[in-house]
């Protein structure tokens, strides 16, 4: 079975500064989606960012990016120019493309933004 | 509609009495998911739906919940004889279709929270 861990439940960071989220994953499978999921006070799960696990170039969307290290396992989440608005709990989580499309979820990093 | 729907936002149960939870996922999604999400945990995956069929129900806890979509659009998930273990933050989630040579977004809903008393 896939597992995904965050061992950071909190983070900090100030405002316009850099941070980032640590995820590792377990998987035997050589087909699947990474994701970073971001859930503010008011409960809805926004997408953040993905990853295919076939492609080596790590995905950036804006102020956010992506280090994957396939062979490691790991799928880290870099938050350039904090701001504000990004504080919330982040979830990274895994979705096989050999089964359902269902999401499994790491427990939960909790960034707070300092101004 | 604009997203996904859920209601009631949030539900107050005796133990041992049953509960509906709906979900209106976006207009003309194929796929559709429940995720149970207790106090400080990230989301579990409860059960999958395409269209009007429930191809994965393998994450549900116990006989007492069962989902259904009757007619591929609108689903219900109803907890028996709920229990304080069930108190948690239920989400749904709809996307387009399954299509391996394509990601298709899962959007969330609001999700409705449940405390069982």
């Known amino acids: 079975a896939q597992t995904v861990t965050q061992s950071q439940p909190e983070m900090s960071v100030q405002e316009a500064e850099t941070v980032t989220l640590s995820c590792t994953y377990d998987?035997?499978?050589?087909?699947?989606?990474l994701f970073w999921y971001k859930q503010p006070p008011s409960r809805q799960m926004i997408l953040v960012i993905r990853?295919?696990?076939?492609?080596?170039q790590n995905a950036t969307e804006n102020r956010f990016s992506v280090n994957f290290q396939k062979a490691a396992k790991s799928f880290s989440l870099k938050i350039s120019d904090s701001q504000l608005g990004d504080a919330a709990m982040y979830f990274c989580?895994?979705?096989?493309?050999?089964?359902?499309?269902?999401?499994?979820f790491g427990t939960g990093t909790r960034l707070q933004v300092f101004p | 509609g604009a997203g996904v729907s859920q209601s009631p936002r949030y539900k107050v149960a005796k133990r041992g009495q049953d509960v509906a939870l709906r979900c209106d996922p976006i207009?003309?999604?194929?796929?559709l998911f429940w995720y149970q999400q207790a106090l400080g945990q990230g989301p579990e995956f409860l059960t999958y739906f395409q269209n009007e069929a429930q191809l994965d129900k393998s994450g549900l806890p116990s006989d007492r919940f069962f989902a259904e979509r009757p007619e591929g659009s609108v689903s219900t998930l109803k907890i028996q004889r709920t229990q304080q273990e069930d108190s948690a933050v239920y989400l749904c989630?709809?996307?387009?279709?399954?299509?391996?040579?394509?990601?298709?977004?899962?959007?969330f809903g609001p999700g409705t929270r449940l405390t069982v008393l």
């Open positions: 998987t035997s499978e050589s087909d699947y989606y």
């Open positions: 989630a709809s996307s387009v279709h399954r299509d391996r040579e394509y990601y298709n977004e899962q959007f």
């Open positions: 989580a895994y979705r096989s493309n050999e089964d359902t499309d269902k999401l499994i």
């Open positions: 990853q295919e696990a076939y492609k080596q």
């Open positions: 207009s003309g999604h194929v796929s």
